[in-house]
């Protein structure tokens, strides 16, 4: 079974220009959760989607978006990136419901340079 | 809120000496608890899970933890450290039961490096 999967691996780009990252969920899961981790720090929370909808946001600016597609898949946008974006960003998926424990799997991530 | 913190960002062991990454957890609902392992340029593998079931988890390649509430850690062991051990190691919190399990906090981490 394939795991979960990010696209690009890796991104270069300038300063106030836009980017989409892309995660595609393990086959069956509903949720999909985003995660910035900057060089030498642990992971932070960005969004959780279920099922298209928005469930949770971390603590970041409204240059960050995201949305999910009806096959669960999930797109990461920013706008205006600064060179404070530059990170790796990782997707995670889950089976997604509340009544359980639900493992989260992590995608490679996308190492996005910002110049 | 809940947090996690990491005591030291790098560790080291010599090959087949004990392994000990210390991790704290606040919070103010039964938690989840974690460890992951990263290895560069990759992403997280979970080594161990604590979800309210047995205090003692045993995980992945030999590593366990204990979920200690009175001292509010869950301090990852391995009796005997391998090369391949070389990694990060990340502990991580989040809500338990009807929370959301999405947000998962995360430490700092600690570096663990292995000489032979």
């Known amino acids: 079974d394939a795991g979960v999967t990010q696209s690009p691996t890796h991104l270069i780009k300038t300063r106030g220009q836009h980017v989409t990252l892309r995660c595609s969920p393990i086959s069956g899961h509903k949720s999909v959760s985003w995660y910035q981790q900057v060089l030498g720090q642990g992971p932070q929370f960005i969004f959780q989607y279920y099922e298209k909808e928005e469930r949770g946001r971390g603590n970041f600016p409204d240059r960050f978006s995201a949305r999910q597609f009806p096959n669960y898949s999930s797109e990461l946008n920013v706008n205006a990136l600064l060179l404070g974006d530059s990170a790796l960003y990782l997707c995670?998926?889950?089976?997604?419901?509340?009544?359980?424990?639900?493992?989260?799997?992590f995608g490679p991530g996308t190492r996005l340079t910002v110049l | 809120a809940q947090s996690v913190t990491q005591l030291g960002s790098h560790v080291s062991v010599s090959e087949g000496a004990l392994v000990l990454l210390r991790c704290n957890y606040s919070s103010s609902v039964p938690p989840y608890l974690f460890w992951y392992v990263q290895y560069p340029n990759q992403g997280l593998q979970l080594l161990l899970k604590y979800t309210s079931a047995a205090t003692l988890v045993k995980g992945i390649n030999g590593f366990e933890a204990e979920f200690k509430k009175s001292e509010t850690s869950f301090h990852l062991t391995k009796p005997s450290a391998h090369m391949s051990d070389a990694a990060e190691y990340f502990c991580a919190v989040s809500e338990g039961y009807g929370g959301s399990q999405g947000n998962l906090i995360f430490g700092k981490g600690t570096k663990l490096s292995v000489k032979p």
């Open positions: 995670a998926s889950t089976t997604g419901t509340r009544t359980s424990y639900n493992e989260q799997f």
